[in-house]
């Protein structure tokens, strides 16, 4: 695989200790070797070399005030990968594990999962390291003004329409909003994850969770199984754990666990939902706080946690979501989780399996379906959004979920044709890969070599 080696060394040269970009980079460009090697257009026009660089990166300093009046300095990053499909669709993410190889990875990954959509939207990501943890309301919002001061001049409804992703919610979209507005004096949708009563979409927030159901429910369906009535686990505590949860339950099953950086918890009886938002999304603690409303709930620390383990895959399950962050589960935590029965991964998160934790799921030949097309359901809501905002209309909740339920099948049926067609049938990896770039590669080859 000539081709792979040459683009994974010049990557390593030329963007070195981007760690996170290169898995993404290679594990796409292993499954590609078939579609490479049987359709002699896409080495002609280069387009490995091509893909794998962004576009365009922008990179800038973020000064703001803290409560005390001091000023602090982050890093923003705005990455515009490829606009072959579209404009530039992608969420920010406020961590301090940001950095360009993080950013890199995502929006990377961002450009397949969108061109599996079928919606007319390119790739791209950015970000902050700023820790929203432990800052007050007017810090996250002076943070979020400093951020949208340089990143407005870059963005457009029709250029880049940046979204959420950790630790940028409604809260931080609104105010992000309200900054650009106030810079530009326009009232446009360069933005997705907005308020209802300003321009969101209903079923946005719940887009990503319960997409990542509707596609177990799809692939499980292919294999003659249904969710209702198992046992699932969940990993994390946020926007798409939190919908993940919910949908499992409208589908009958039983979704036992949550996490987040601290700890998790256990909860036989099922995670109390309405305790887990209230926590989560209204009082924003940690969810340590679950077992005084739920004595029976069992809450272990990370320092507790099995060494070099994650505890919620030790939870025996049928199903498992990962929904916290990327490389949250490694090659024991997939020994385990086939061991106890598991038969079905949808990863809510990106990236969250570690290259050899996906080699067992596929050896196993469970139904596993991979970040790019099982999350897929929050950037197709949120372009979703975009239409709306287009044509000034507000679409009703059976409306957008319909389309989204339209879209996760699609997805799925698309990964799993393509699996076919290049001779490794339910392989979703490898059909989800191929099937994302093909479309972007044609569209490339398309519009010329520019
Ligand atoms: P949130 O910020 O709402 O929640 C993230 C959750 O993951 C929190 O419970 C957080 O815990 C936990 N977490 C974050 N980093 C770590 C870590 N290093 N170790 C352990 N737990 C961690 O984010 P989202 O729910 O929006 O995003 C979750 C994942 O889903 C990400 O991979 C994101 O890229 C992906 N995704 C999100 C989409 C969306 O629409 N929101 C769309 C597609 C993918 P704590 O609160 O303690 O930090």
């Known amino acids: 695989m000539p081709y792979i080696v040459k683009t994974m060394d010049k990557l390593k040269k030329n963007s070195p ?79 301090p594990s940001v950095n360009a190889g993080i950013i890199k990875f995502l929006g990377f990954e961002q450009i397949f999962k969108n061109s599996l959509t079928g919606l007319p939207i390119g790739g791209g990501k950015g970000g902050s390291d700023f820790d929203p943890k432990g800052k007050s309301d007017a810090e996250i919002m002076r943070f979020c003004q400093a951020f949208m001061t340089e990143l407005y001049r870059h963005i457009g409804p029709t250029t880049d329409v940046p979204a959420g992703d950790i630790g940028v919610g409604g809260r931080e979209i609104g105010f992000m909003f309200g900054q650009y507005k106030r810079l530009t004096g326009r009232f446009e949708g360069i933005l997705t994850g907005k308020s209802l009563a300003w321009g969101g979409s209903l079923v946005r927030t719940e887009a990503t969770g319960y997409g990542a159901v509707y596609f177990a429910e799809d692939m499980l369906a292919e294999r003659g199984e249904v969710l209702e009535g198992k046992t699932c686990t ?111 991964i949808s990863e809510g998160a990106n990236m969250p399996s570690t290259p050899e934790a996906v080699e067992l799921f596929l050896e196993a030949k469970i ?38 339920r339209n879209i996760m099948r699609n997805i799925f049926i698309n990964s799993n044709e393509t699996s076919k067609e290049f001779g490794d049938a339910g392989n979703l990896v490898f059909g989800a890969n191929i099937a994302g770039f093909r479309k972007v590669a044609d569209a490339m080859i398309e519009q010329g070599a520019v």
């Open 17 to 95: 200790a981007q760690t996170e970009f290169y898995q993404a980079a290679e594990e796409v460009l292993v499954s590609l070797r078939p579609l490479i090697d049987s359709d002699s257009k896409y080495k002609k026009h280069n387009i490995i070399q091509r893909i794998v660089e962004p576009e365009r990166q922008i990179l800038f300093r973020i000064v703001w005030l803290d409560d005390k009046g001091v000023a602090r300095v982050n890093k923003g990053y705005r990455i515009e990968f490829n606009s072959a499909l579209g404009p530039y669709k992608g969420g920010l993410r406020l961590h």
């Open 234 to 344: 969940v990993s994390g505590s946020g926007n798409v754990a939190i919908y993940t949860i919910e949908k499992l339950y409208q589908l009958g099953a039983k979704p036992v666990t949550c996490s987040d950086s601290r700890g998790a918890i256990y909860d036989k009886d099922g995670i109390n939902l309405e305790t887990l938002k209230r926590l989560k999304e209204v009082e924003k603690v940690s969810i340590e706080n679950y077992t005084k409303e739920h004595p029976n709930a069992e809450y272990t620390p990370v320092a507790d946690y099995p060494k070099g383990r994650n505890l919620v895959w030790t939870v025996p399950c049928y199903a498992a979501f990962p929904s916290a962050t990327q490389n949250e589960l490694n090659e024991k935590d997939a020994a385990d989780l086939l061991k106890n029965g598991c038969v079905c």
């Open 367 to 404: 139904a596993y379906g991979p970040g790019k097309a099982a999350n897929a359901g929050g950037v197709a809501t949120s372009q979703l959004e975009m239409s709306q905002n287009a044509g000034m209309e507000a679409w009703n909740f059976e409306t957008v979920d319909g389309k989204l």
